[in-house]
């Protein structure tokens, strides 16, 4: 075990990311299974001149554990995981622990005027909603860290319609909202000495008489208004709601998690994610730094100017949320970061590792749970 030391600082990191790969390394997702596999029994033996101290793995497997909290939320189908049941799911997960949930249904959402997040789940039978997760670990007075969660549980595109294969596998578009449950949820379990607010946009983008379509003008939670040019960039505009929503409860630092683009997948590769700062880079690189020690592959891609000016490009509103142009991973966090104004937010599109097509070390293909272990290690440094 000595010898794994040489990729860590110290031998504590090795002993939390062994508990953690025997979480991670023997998920499986068989609900739906007719018949299904004995559980894994797992065995770690682990031989060190140096004193182990099983604290460090009991972390480890915590932190798995709620990496695979966020798998099985991912893995369930769409016909099943509604933004309804999502939400009911996630109150009844943390019932009875320190973790408070509140929801607010499709018709709270109009009369407080969610305009973006209504826009887009307005089309489906299942009406969308917006679920905050709060977990207090130190005085309540301490500004929270603020988690968002994009939770698209089915994405069809709209009327900017998918083709039938980009179609498959769109019920994992609510992955950044089940990992953000799986942050929280493993901060619960660490008993971590932070605050946390979890937000999670939760909407179907579906077709019918009532959805939006190319050309509507909706107004955002902000006030802004918000020219719709393609109904397939959804994300965004739940996001900009949730975002704003987020940012009054006066966060320290805003993150938001969402399989966004597929242009963050032609710029980096399908295992990395792309971060955005927005008055965060020290944040930011204590993340990136972390993100390498935990094995996440995370890379930072800019906002300029060019990017702030694009989403304003429209002639009858104040926003757009499509650009025909190039860098579309960039003007998709540029609309996102607005909506946080000054308040330091970093962005993560994790479009391409939020699931892998191929079984590894890791596990099997699916979900995979990214981003948390690099955010859970960044909040017990806090």
Same mark, same amino acid.
């Given at each position: ?61 915590? *932190? ?131 605050? *946390? ?56 630092? *805003? ?119 690099? *955010? ?7």
């Amino acid at each position: 075990m000595d010898s794994f030391i040489s990729k860590y600082d110290q031998l504590s990191d090795v002993l939390m990311a062994c508990g953690i790969q025997s979480e991670r390394a023997t998920y499986e997702f068989d609900h739906y299974k007719s018949s299904k596999k004995a559980p894994f029994k797992t065995n770690l033996n682990l031989i060190s001149e140096s004193l182990i101290e099983l604290d460090f793995i009991h972390e480890g497997i915590s *932190i798995g554990q709620s990496i695979n909290l966020a798998r099985d939320f991912s893995n369930m189908p769409p016909n099943v995981l509604t933004p309804q049941t999502f939400a009911e799911d996630i109150v009844n997960h943390f019932k009875n622990t320190k973790v408070k949930v509140e929801v607010k249904d499709y018709d709270t959402l109009v009369s407080e005027g969610f305009g973006l997040l209504q826009a887009v789940g307005k089309g489906s039978k299942h009406k969308p909603r917006l679920v905050t997760i709060t977990y207090n670990g130190k005085d309540k007075d301490e500004a929270p860290i603020a988690l968002v969660g994009k939770g698209i549980t089915y994405d069809s595109g709209g009327y900017s319609i998918k083709t039938k294969n980009g179609m498959a596998t769109m019920k994992y578009d609510m992955c950044g909202a089940a990992n953000v449950v799986g942050i929280i949820e493993a901060a619960s379990r660490l008993q971590l000495s932070v605050n *946390i607010v979890g937000v999670l946009a939760c909407a179907e983008n579906m077709i019918n008489e009532a959805s939006m379509k190319p050309d509507d003008v909706f107004t955002a939670l902000s006030g802004e208004t918000v020219e719709v040019m393609n109904t397939d960039a959804e994300g965004r505009l739940v996001l900009a709601d949730a975002v704003y929503y987020a940012n009054q409860y006066q966060p320290s630092v *805003i993150m938001d998690f969402a399989t966004l683009t597929g242009a963050a997948i032609v710029a980096l590769g399908d295992d990395k994610a792309a971060a955005f700062e927005s008055n965060s880079k020290v944040i930011l690189n204590d993340i990136l730094q972390i993100s390498s020690k935990v094995d996440e592959m995370v890379f930072e891609l800019p906002i300029t100017a060019t990017e702030r000016a694009s989403i304003k490009h429209s002639d009858i509103a104040d926003l757009v949320n499509h650009t025909n142009g190039q860098g579309k991973a960039l003007f998709a966090a540029s609309f996102v970061t607005h909506f946080s104004g000054q308040t330091p937010h970093i962005h993560f599109d994790i479009a391409g590792p939020a699931t892998t097509n191929k079984a590894s070390y890791n596990g099997p293909k699916g979900p995979t749970g990214f981003m948390i272990p690099t *955010i859970v290690q960044w909040l017990k440094q806090q």
